[in-house]
T-cell receptor, first 116, second 113 residues
Framework: SQTIHQWPATLVQPVGSPLSLECTVE??????LYWYRQAAGRGLQLLFY??????ISSEVPQNLSASRPQDRQFILSSKKLLLSDSGFYLC???????????????FGPGTRLLVL | AQSVTQPDIHITVSEGASLELRCNYS??????LFWYVQSPGQGLQLLLK??????LVQGIKGFEAEFKRSQSSFNLRKPSVHWSDAAEYFC???????????FGGGTRLMVKP
């Protein structure tokens, strides 16, 4: 069966420090991968998605970047964190069927980031 | 562009009472529709999904949802709520390109004993 991991689970970082959040998926090949942010009391905002190694699409211009160095690894990064980057970051995967729509997305446990 | 509206930000029901969470969507084609549940500090778990066919969809944990095209709605229901159902519920519509989801703002459910 497929599983999705995120780490760290919780992170407290000072403003201006770098960030690296990691997401890995097991039990599937060539998944679509997604990064979402959930600010306190708000819904989910799609940040990035990837349909393959090195292929990253950004949904919202921001202080963050994403990379996909391996098929089942998705990394969210920042060079300098802002206070507004605080939130709950969720990684998700779906079956990477080209041209198919409506594939279910499966979510990881999330990383809670607090920028002080 | 597609959008999803969950009109109720908070809902409180008594344990054992019935539940209906509302979801309205805007999408130009036949939508793919999902309901997810999120317990505090956790990721999202899929409750059910609608792709095509029967408009009444059964999900896990005793939940069901009905797709009504004429009303652009996909409301989630449960006949008898349990205390463990207290969580935040998200409705989402899927779009083909990139297989992405657009989420509603969520409804936080509280269950009174």
């Amino acid at each position: 069966s497929q599983t999705i991991h995120q780490w760290p689970a919780t992170l407290v970082q000072p403003v201006g420090s770098p960030l690296s959040l990691e997401c890995t998926v097991e039990g599937t090949s060539n998944p679509n991968l997604y990064w979402y942010r959930q600010a306190a009391g708000r819904g989910l905002q799609l940040l990035f998605y990837s349909v393959g190694i090195g292929q990253i699409s950004s949904e919202v211009p921001q202080n963050l970047s994403a990379s996909r160095p391996q098929d089942r690894q998705f990394i969210l990064s920042s060079k300098k964190l802002l206070l507004s980057d605080s939130g709950f970051y969720l990684c998700a995967w779906s079956a990477g069927l080209a041209g198919a729509g409506g594939e279910t997305q499966y979510f990881g446990p999330g990383t809670r980031l607090l920028v002080l | 562009a597609q959008s999803v509206t969950q009109p109720d930000i908070h809902i409180t029901v008594s344990e054992g009472a019935s539940l209906e969470l509302r979801c309205n969507y805007s999408y130009g084609a036949t939508p793919y529709l999902f309901w997810y549940v999120q317990s505090p500090g956790q990721g999202l778990q899929l409750l059910l999904k609608y792709f095509s066919g029967d408009t009444l969809v059964q999900g896990i944990k005793g939940f069901e949802a009905e797709f009504k095209r004429s009303q652009s709605s996909f409301n989630l229901r449960k006949p008898s709520v349990h205390w463990s159902d207290a969580a935040e519920y998200f409705c989402a519509v899927g779009r083909n390109a990139g297989n992405m989801l657009t989420f509603g703002g969520g409804t936080r459910l509280m269950v009174k004993p």
